[in-house]
């Protein structure tokens, strides 16, 4: 151990504290991050729902099911891949509900968020993979936030470097958890520094999200292949990076656990992705008075039925019908409810060769809204035979990995 004053100055800082008392209330820096990055991922599932037609505020619906089963989910997974620390010799099995200390699972917090989701996607009528797509470019985004939490808990860094960003290390106080050790009236750093792999995964995320985006918009991709491009993104990242870190970690042949399971997971997400066609998937409401048709002439990209009627109180659709990208468009320009399946249009070609009437992720307008500005001109119940009811959704996750 050194103290800080001994430090190159050509290096990353860390935090010497990771928790403020604000009374007799812990705030934590990691928690803070965590709810930060659920907040992230929220507003780009809100925007990428309500382009494929969902009602406004959906995923404030989904997200009460899938946070805290994501959170459980990723506790889980940590206990049952390190459970020497509270089951081993001197293991104390009651920590492992001390989440505050740290410790979650990004593969459990997927399981668990992706039942949470499903639960309530069933509820609200939605499929799984129109929220699963509508998750991916916000999930590595949310994940890349909450990487954040690890520089404050100076975790989860890699081996000694040279390099000029390498990072200092403060030897944190197991006596006094979010604190550093003090020496001197001065925090105690680890000797040299150290690869931020934390901060290699949030700025992989990133661009792991710019990708998904991108190829997403080229792409057009559906039924469930914008998630699985994730998972493949987010998995070739984590392996590399997983090989750098030097934190405690279950092995299997010498190899960290994570290791395998992130080549596991790409593999499975690549034969997903090479074996699922079909198109991107749109939504209309099922039930609801029908709004007023827009202006003719005016671009159907610049068309946003979930404001009209504003200041109407909203009703949520009893379901949605899926369509394809042909009748969502007719649908948004004139209001009327299709009443057969779109013809389907594959994920590899380009959307629609007007440019002024594609709908696109990035200029598409908001959803539909539903109640008095909800589209739709049935009676309850009255669904035509071709139509497709939710039951399925998409998955969530909080990411703190141990």
């Known amino acids: 151990m050194t103290l800080a004053s001994t430090i190159p100055q050509a290096a ?4 010497s504290t990771a928790v403020w008392q604000l009374g007799p209330l812990p705030l934590r820096a990691y928690a803070l991050c965590i709810i930060a990055g659920i907040v992230v991922a929220c507003v780009v599932t809100e925007r990428r729902l309500r382009q494929r037609g969902v009602a406004p505020g959906a995923v404030l619906d989904i997200a009460v099911w899938a946070v805290p089963t994501g959170i459980i989910g990723a506790r889980i ?3 049952i891949t390190s459970p020497e620390k509270y089951f081993g010799a001197g293991g104390e099995p009651l920590k492992a509900f001390a989440i505050w200390e740290g410790g979650l699972g990004i593969w459990g917090a997927v399981a668990g968020g992706a039942l949470g989701a499903w639960i309530a996607a069933r509820q609200l009528g939605i499929p799984l993979t129109v929220v699963a797509d509508a998750l991916a470019p916000g999930l590595p985004l949310a994940q890349a936030v909450g990487r954040l939490g690890n520089w404050f808990n100076n975790e989860l860094y890699g081996g000694l470097t040279t390099l000029p960003w390498g990072l200092r290390v403060h030897d944190m106080d197991p006596s006094n958890p979010g604190h550093a050790k003090v020496v001197d009236g001065e ?19 990133v661009g792991v999200a710019a990708l998904v985006l991108f190829l997403d918009r080229k792409l057009r991709l559906g039924k469930g292949r914008a998630f699985a491009l994730y998972v493949m993104g987010y998995t070739a990242g984590r392996f590399w990076i997983e090989l750098m870190r030097t934190d405690e970690a279950t092995h299997i042949l010498g190899v960290r656990l994570n290791v395998f399971t992130s080549a596991l997971v790409f593999v ?4 997903y992705f090479l074996r699922v066609r079909g198109p991107r998937e749109y939504l209309v409401p099922i039930g609801g008075p029908t709004p007023a048709p827009a202006a003719t002439g005016g671009d159907v990209s610049q068309v946003d039925l979930s ?5 109407a109180q909203a009703t949520a ?10 009748q969502f468009r007719a649908y948004r320009d004139t209001g009327v409810v299709p009443d057969g399946p779109d ?18 992720d990035d200029d598409a307008p908001g959803p539909v809204a539903t109640g008095d500005d909800a589209p739709g001109d049935r009676e309850a119940g009255d669904v035509p035979a071709g139509d497709e009811r939710a039951g399925t959704t998409g998955p969530r996750a909080a990411d703190r990995e141990s």
């Open 307 to 311: 404001q009209r009627g504003a200041g």
């Open 268 to 271: 499975g997400a690549l034969i």
């Open 317 to 326: 659709p009893e379901g949605y019908r899926v369509v394809g990208e042909e």
């Open 343 to 360: 013809a389907a249009v594959d994920d590899d070609t380009p959307g629609p060769a007007e440019p002024d009437a594609a709908v696109d």
């Open 187 to 205: 925090p105690v750093l680890l000797p040299g520094l150290y690869h931020p792999t934390f901060l290699y995964e949030a700025l992989w995320n």
């Open 12 to 15: 990353l800082p860390s935090p």
């Open 77 to 79: 997974y940590h206990v």
